[in-house]
């Protein structure tokens, strides 16, 4: 079960490096090409948003295990171990309950796009907005893998290194 | 009284916002108020794109935008961006008020849209810091902002340009900052984003005929009454009408306008523009495999 | 609905939900509860509010950013800014600010500021005789200095809001400013260090290390280069200057300090990848919630009324500057702007307030709730690298927050030192 757990995070992240890398080599040579044999590639643009869209919704349940989404812990910081405890708790459920309502409203909305085509690689809709529910039911799982720590002591990353690596970087 | 929420992406001076008030003073007139319109000028509910999605959901109940984006939804609207397919505003006004335009809008209800009348943003011209345009061979690897749209970037490269896909929050500063040449789009845009702030040559080349569209959410559709929707009909073609009205406005004004600005224009004589046709032929035959060779020589045949 | 959403988010974020999916909810619950809009609405909105090519920009310069300190550039403007300062009183404080400055031209947001090379001088300073609540709190202070130099995540999330400006435009305009807060923290330091007489016993380094250090901080300086200089010389668009900042990145690292090597690299991006990801599902929620406001008319209602009330440019900005200090009390300032910036950028514009000029008093005037409580994420980002109680950071704040404000208060007043920049370079 461990080692299924690692296999999954560590799959999970070289999803993330590939995508950002991609991102980063295709706009890159999309200019350099442009210097270099005054041609763009007309997909170049197109294709790097739609992986950034990816990246952030595939990457949105590895950051949540790794204590990346700023919260507020006010709250927190007055009360009692137990109440502590049980404020956890409130807020797992209201997350699960929130990341399985994406689920379900991203695959009507990725249902309703079918038909529309992206304007430069004529790719269907469907494959951009996928994201969407692929990304949330990916927050599930790392949430439901996380839950037992987070809820005892709030803590988020086990074993796997600083459990503030990436804290709060996100918000300016 | 019923809310109407009308979205479109440019001001409301603009011809857009002209053709939105029109619209709303016709329902209104023909409904005893029942009707209340509210705007939503300058994207401020998004992107052509999202504003369209919206109309699908039932979140907005009308629009206005250009077709750039509308063959991401029905690929047939693309037919009408081929270049140097109208010979003029009277030419591709007969072809989309005519029974091809009229299929056209028709094929929006599979797209659950309902399409109701044809607008315009007037001919698409090209502005650039580089050089007057007055051969095919003055665009020879020229750095030009175009759209994200598979016809046009064909036609540019057929023409020897180096056609640049480039975001439009973008293209100002690139235009400024000399990343990019130039750009192309109607005059009624040329004016209203003041781009001879940033450009030194117009050339009227009206390679590409920009058309726009009137829409309204089908679900808000599918609740009116007959009378009401005879109402926002007409409202949609009077318009669409007032939309025409501004840019034959615009192509005799905006030209005097950018020229008091200090650009240097210069008109394409009508065989210039044969020059620049032939020079596209090889992208005609990628035309004629995505639309059909049939639907396109319909258009040309229109008087 | 619009009651709903503010009172929705309100209790969410106090329980601790992450701001991002607080957002969210409390969009979903403003429409169930308050509309007959469909649910789906919110996903569309939040694939809106990500689907932007400027948007690129984001991830590409955090990654930029995190090459170059992963390629130990942090320890070298470090070294570079101490030897010019580090003797006298206060000098460690004064490197802080230095480095924060430098590193301002790096990276693109307050929080990497803060979390990387902050606490490494926090440790620095701590070392050398100060309170550690008060590097931590001059730390804080002086990280305000990133977004507002170029390259900034927030000046492109604002330039999306407000069409009036570009990210290009905007990058020339902080420069000014981001060096004028500096030389407030410099300033406050000073003050209080003479107060407290923080002495340093650090020697004089000698000419030709001194020289050693200079020649090794300059690649790292080059970065800031290359970005204002790609995009005033037209070489590239903003977007595209964040890409060549991650190949200059990567080149520096790796040729220049040979300090990475390629079994860092995916580390160093899966870190970049995810901070983005945190970043950019922010603005996708934030778009949502400011889709409520738009469709309720709050922006359009609020415009009218202001412009209504006949102010003069200067009252409205001085209005303005009060409600962004309340709000940025609770708000970080990406939310902040894309939720403010659509409602009040139009009547600046229509008072003639110059575009660039407003900009920069809401960013800078944002970028300071980052520093205050009860919501202020470079409280908690110095409070748990530097282990220390974020009372005792706050308590220490006063005199740096003064310095921060009078130079807001300058921003405000004298236009000039926002557009002057921009002007001359062409926009
Ligand atoms: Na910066
Ligand atoms: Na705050």
């Known amino acids: 079960m461990r080692r299924l757990e690692r296999l999954f995070v560590a799959l999970n992240g070289a999803v993330v490096i590939a995508m950002l890398s991609s991102m980063a080599l295709i706009v890159g040579a999309n200019v350099a090409l442009r210097y ?94 996928a994201a969407m529910p692929v990304g949330f039911s990916l927050l599930i799982v790392h949430l439901l893998l996380i839950v037992g720590p987070f809820i005892r002591a709030g803590q988020y990353k086990q074993e796997e290194g600083d459990v503030n690596a990436i804290s709060g970087a996100a918000n300016g | 009284q019923t809310e109407v929420k009308i979205a479109y992406a440019l001001a409301p001076d603009s ?53 750039g984006t509308l063959s991401n939804f029905v690929p047939d609207t693309g037919v009408t961006d081929i270049p140097f397919l109208f010979r003029s505003l009277e030419h591709a006004r007969h072809v989309l008020d005519g029974p091809i335009g009229q299929e056209i809008l028709a094929k929006f209800d599979d797209a659950g849209l309902v399409a109701v009348a044809w607008g315009e943003q007037g001919f698409r011209h090209i502005t650039n810091n580089r050089n007057p345009i007055e051969t095919p061979e003055d665009l020879a690897g020229m750095k030009l902002r175009t759209m994200e749209n598979p016809v046009h970037l064909a036609a540019f490269n057929a023409l020897g340009a180096a056609p640049t896909p480039m975001a439009w929050p973008e293209v100002i ?81 905006g030209v005097e306008t950018l020229k008091e600005r200090g650009m240097e224009v210069n008109t394409l004589s009508a065989e210039q523009k044969a020059a620049f046709r032939a020079s596209v032929e090889s992208a005609y035959e990628e035309y004629y495999d995505i639309y059909g060779k049939d639907l396109i020589d319909r258009i040309s045949a229109t008087e | 609905m619009v009651e709903i959403l503010f009172a929705s988010l309100f209790v969410l974020m106090v329980l601790g939900l992450p701001v991002a999916f607080a957002m969210a909810i409390s969009v979903f619950v403003a429409i169930g509860l308050g509309s007959s809009y469909p649910q789906i609405v919110v996903v569309k909105e939040m694939f809106s509010g990500l689907d932007s090519f400027p948007l690129l920009a984001v991830p590409f310069f955090i990654l930029a950013a995190e090459i170059m300190t992963g390629g130990a550039i942090t320890h070298t403007l470090l070294r570079f800014a101490s030897q010019f300062v580090g003797h006298l009183r206060g000098g460690l ?26 606490a490494m001088m926090i440790k620095m300073m701590e070392k050398g005789g100060y309170d550690r609540a008060y590097a931590g ?56 260090s003479w107060k407290r007489d923080y002495r340093s016993d650090a020697p004089r380094p000698d000419r030709a290390e001194m020289l050693r250090t200079t020649v090794k901080a300059l690649p790292a300086l080059g970065l800031i280069v290359l970005i204002v200089g790609g995009i005033r ?37 899966l870190r970049a990848a995810l901070i983005s990801a945190a970043v950019l599902l922010i603005l996708g929620a934030a778009r949502a919630f400011a889709w409520v406001l738009v469709i309720e008319g709050l922006p359009q209602f609020l415009a009218q009324t202001i412009i209504s009330w006949d102010l003069s440019p200067i009252v409205f900005l001085l209005a303005v500057n009060l409600l962004m200090l309340i709000f940025g009390l609770f708000m970080d300032p990406l939310p902040g702007v894309m939720i403010l910036v659509p409602i009040l950028a139009p009547i600046s514009h229509a008072l003639g307030i110059a575009p660039d000029h407003f900009a920069i008093v809401v960013i800078v005037n944002l970028t300071l709730g980052l520093t205050t409580p009860p919501v202020g994420s470079l409280i908690f980002v110095v409070s748990s690298a530097a282990n220390l109680k974020p009372a005792a950071l706050v308590r220490e704040m006063p005199p740096f927050f003064l310095a921060n404000l009078i130079v807001l208060m300058l921003l405000t007043f004298v236009p000039l030192l926002s557009t002057w920049l921009p002007r001359i370079s062409g926009y």
């Open chain 1, 36 to 129: 270099t044999t005054n041609h763009s590639l007309p997909w170049a643009d197109e294709a790097a948003r739609y992986l950034m869209i990816w990246m952030t919704f595939v990457g949105a349940g590895l950051a949540l295990r790794w204590g990346g989404h700023v919260a507020i812990t006010n709250l927190h910081d007055v009360l009692s171990t137990r109440s502590q405890q049980i404020l956890r708790v409130v807020i797992v459920l209201i997350l699960l309950i929130f990341f399985a309502f994406m689920v379900h409203v991203g695959l009507q909305y990725m249902d309703r796009a079918r038909f529309q085509k992206t304007p430069a690689m004529r790719l269907s809709f469907l494959y951009v907005y």
């Open chain 2, 15 to 67: 011809h857009y916002g002209v053709a939105a008030q029109k619209w709303q003073d016709t329902v209104e007139a023909e409904t005893d108020g029942k009707f209340t319109f509210r705007h939503f000028p300058s994207s401020a509910l998004g992107g052509e794109r999202e504003v369209i999605e919206g109309l699908q959901l039932g979140t907005v109940e009308a629009t206005i935008v250009s077709t």
């Open chain 2, 173 to 253: 500063g690139a235009l400024q900052q000399g990343t990019i040449d130039g750009q192309e789009n109607p005059l009624s845009v040329i004016v209203s984003a003041k781009l001879n702030e940033v450009q030194k040559y117009l050339t009227l080349s009206g390679h590409v005929y920009s058309p726009a569209m009137l829409l309204i959410s089908k679900p808000f559709w599918e609740g009116l009454s007959d009378e009401d929707k005879a109402a926002f009909m007409d409202g949609a073609v009077q318009g669409a009408a007032a939309m025409r009205g501004f840019v034959d406005d615009v192509e005799t004004s």
């Open chain 3, 93 to 118: 404080g004064y490197a802080n600010v230095i480095s924060s400055t430098m590193f301002a031209g790096i990276s693109g947001s307050a929080l990497a500021d803060a979390a990387g090379p902050g």
């Open chain 3, 137 to 192: 709190a001059l730390t804080i202070s002086s990280a305000v200095i990133g977004p507002i130099i170029p390259p900034s995540i927030v000046m492109i999330i604002y330039a999306l809001q407000d069409e009036a400006v570009s990210v290009g435009s905007l990058f020339m305009a902080g420069v000014i400013p981001g060096l004028l807060l500096g030389l407030g923290n410099l300033v406050a330091n000073g003050v209080v």
């Open chain 3, 233 to 269: 010389g037209g070489i590239f668009t903003p977007t595209e200057a964040s890409v060549m900042a991650v190949f200059y990145a990567l080149f520096c690292g790796m040729v220049i300090y040979r300090a990475l090597h390629w079994r860092d690299l995916p580390g160093i991006i």
